[in-house]
């Protein structure tokens, strides 16, 4: 049987590095807050936010939430950016997406100043991740994928890594992270051809197509590392990408949905807050 690598212990080790951190950042008379953006009332989003929240205020935090209706205008949710981006006493900024279709989600997103982007969506900081620079931050489940991974010791220099998956919010980032660590990536997706060929030459697969079931024992070889990203609804249960019985049963290790990579995000939320008020407010 396999080993499961559960995401709580990697988050609980995150949060007891940045509670002293956040302390330290409160004596100098700054408190970390987050600014948070919802439209509209959508649950999954709901959710995330009360996730980020709770994140927050165990670390020593604060989560201001501006929420406005589904309809707002573009002017108005941009106005809001603006004023986030102004405000001294915010130093990061999660907007929930996806936002209402008539919205330009890019456009919104590129509005907000990669200094306070803490989940990776302005072109700054993607743009950072793929050339190596320190602008903003990786998405944070990519950064999660990462941080799993370092937390139970699975080394990457030289290891092939098969990720399924191609989005900007975990595939191609995730890959240039996983480069960056002299892992040797392939980028694949759910069309590419002889898909379960790809993956049982992997030592590390990384499913984040957003396919439930889509990885089965016809993907899987012994010995290999599962980390399934995958976050979806059927029947009305919580599942992956990966069809976790049939991998349990072959592969080394493997990370479970729920309670996988997603335990970790909000960790790396936080983090990504502590790290952007300490550049903004203990310079050098």
Do not use: W
């Not at 959710?47 to 501006?66: L, T």
């Not at 699975?154 to 980032?173: E, N, Y």
């Not at 990203?229 to 493997?254: P, S, Y």
């Amino acid at each position: 049987m396999a080993e499961i690598l559960t995401g709580a212990p990697v988050s609980e080790a995150m949060i007891r590095s940045l509670i002293p951190r956040a302390e330290k950042l409160r004596i100098g008379g700054v408190t970390p807050r987050l600014a948070i953006i919802r439209l509209g009332e959508v649950g999954s989003q709901l959710a995330y936010q009360h996730s980020a929240q709770r994140m927050m205020a165990r670390i020593g935090a604060e989560a201001e939430c501006f929420v406005l209706a589904e309809s707002c205008p573009k002017a108005e949710l941009l106005a809001l950016v603006e004023e986030i981006n102004r405000r001294r006493d915010i130093q990061g900024c999660m907007i929930l997406r996806p936002l209402p279709s008539p919205l330009d989600e890019q456009a919104v997103c590129a509005a907000l100043v990669p200094e306070k982007d803490v989940d990776g969506v302005t072109p700054a900081s993607l743009g950072a991740v793929f050339t190596g620079r320190s602008v903003g931050y990786p998405p944070c489940t990519a950064q999660a994928c990462i941080e799993l991974l370092e937390h139970y010791g699975i080394g990457l220099t030289g290891k092939h890594v098969v990720l399924i998956g191609r989005s900007l919010v975990v595939g191609r980032p995730l890959s240039m992270l996983l480069q960056a660590r002299d892992a040797t990536v392939t980028l694949c997706h759910s069309r590419s051809r002889d898909l379960p060929g790809l993956c049982q030459r992997a030592d590390i697969l990384v499913a984040a197509a957003g396919s439930p079931g889509l990885i089965g024992k016809e993907h899987l070889s012994p010995g290999q590392t599962v980390i399934d990203v995958g976050i979806n609804t059927v029947r009305g249960r919580l599942c992956g990408d990966v069809r976790f019985d049939e991998a349990e049963a072959i592969v080394q290790r493997i990370s479970p949905v729920p309670g996988g990579v997603g335990a970790v995000t909000t960790a790396v939320l936080a983090k990504h807050l502590i790290d952007a008020a300490e550049k903004t407010a203990l310079p050098g």
